[in-house]
């Protein structure tokens, strides 16, 4: 089973408003444009965060989204629940009525792989993840430097 796209998109459309925001607002067509998410998709995602008080809305010119709490209270199992969304490894989707009504043989072992992924999303904070995309950047920066430095001195 894997997360679907409306999971990883909440994810990629936060994660892209906690770098961008600390400016001003970012509207849902910056995003669109930065993640190639349809603003469609978009407009339902954020609707659905913005009732869980994940992001908040600015109306009017200059107007946009922030988010709704700092990026270290937001965990990234809260995107997800909040766009209903869930990784689930049951057959049954948790019921117990996976074998003719029944439990099956083996549910406790993917009802505990269900509960260990949501254990490890609760763990990492929309804060983590902007600082590992910064930590990246900045990496790439320097290895840019290296490359140019060692280009001017071959020269």
Known sequence: MRLSTKGRYAVT?????ALNGKKGPVTLAEI???QGISLSYLEQLFAALRSKDLVRGVRGPGGGYYLGKSADEISIANIICAVDEWVEFTRCGGRQNCSGGARCLTHTLWDDLSSEIFNFLADISLGDLVRRN?????EEESNLSVVANSSSEAA
């Not at 910064?134 to 900045?138: E, P, R, V, Y």
């Open 32 to 34: 669109s444009e930065n």
């Open 13 to 17: 459309a936060m994660l892209d408003l």
């Open 134 to 138: 910064l930590g990246k950047k900045d």
